[in-house]
T-cell receptor, first 118, second 111 residues
Framework: GAGVSQSPSNKVTEKGKDVELRCDPI?????LYWYRQSLGQGLEFLIY????????KSGLPSDRFSAERTGGSVSTLTIQRTQQEDSAVYLC????????????????FGSGTRLTVV | KQEVTQIPAALSVPEGENLVLNCSFT??????LQWFRQDPGKGLTSLLL?????REQTSGRLNASLDKSSGRSTLYIAASQPGDSATYLC??????????FGTGTSLTVIP
């Protein structure tokens, strides 16, 4: 697509429920990243995909968080048993080739999913 | 943990004024640095990307500089306009796999 698409744009869920957030990167972008932005705080790195593999999962805050990417394209971030502290804007970004092969490409971000856990 | 600091946290200027936003980072061995703007309720828009071998990048009224030795970058906005009002984020990458973001500078340009 023309840009990075995220869905839903807004999600309100009850504490304890599972949620799935979707990211559709720019066509042909092999690298995909998930960040989250909590109120009044900077962006926090969650996970990075190169193709379908995730060489860097260091930012996932707990084992309730998981992510997968299929076909080198769409990615899903799943949060199980949501807690109120999970409330944040979850942002997805993609880049053409990532670090391994190219130095000249920065990120393109989606508009994010605003998650509210009540 | 890598730290990225942006000063000031908020800035208000009259339309037409030139302004400078500052970003500092603790580890000078960066891979690249990127400036973004974020409008309320929206995602991030990339403004300028500076590779570690470069000293500056320009796009229209924007100019970003990079001084690795001192761990600093500046974003210069010329002839500011009300449409420039947004939060500006500086992000530093050391590996290319993730960026470390500052908390941003909230800019208001007063008509």
């Amino acid at each position: 697509g023309a840009g990075v698409s995220q869905s839903p744009s807004n999600k309100v869920t009850e504490k304890g429920k599972d949620v799935e957030l979707r990211c559709d990167p720019i066509s042909g972008h092999t690298a995909l990243y998930w960040y989250r932005q909590s109120l009044g705080q900077g962006l926090e790195f969650l996970i990075y995909f190169q193709g379908n593999s995730a060489p860097d999962k260091s930012g996932l805050p707990s084992d309730r968080f998981s992510a997968e990417r299929t076909g080198g394209s769409v990615s899903t971030l799943t949060i199980q048993r949501t807690q109120q502290e999970d409330s944040a804007v979850y942002l997805c970004a993609s880049s053409l080739l990532g670090r391994a092969l190219y130095r000249d490409y920065g990120y393109t971000f989606g508009s994010g999913t605003r998650l509210t856990v009540v | 943990k890598q730290e990225v600091t942006q000063i000031p946290a908020a800035l208000s200027v009259p339309e037409g004024e030139n302004l400078v936003l500052n970003c500092s980072f603790t580890d000078s061995a960066i891979y690249n640095l990127q400036w973004f703007r974020q409008d309320p309720g929206k995602g991030l828009t990339s403004l300028l990307l500076i590779q570690s071998s470069q000293r500056e990048q320009t796009s229209g009224r924007l100019n970003a500089s990079l001084d690795k030795s001192s761990g600093r970058s500046t974003l210069y906005i010329a002839a500011s306009q009300p449409g420039d009002s947004a939060t500006y984020l500086c992000a530093v990458s050391y590996t290319g796999n993730q960026f470390y973001f500052g908390t941003g500078t909230s800019l208001t340009v007063i008509p």
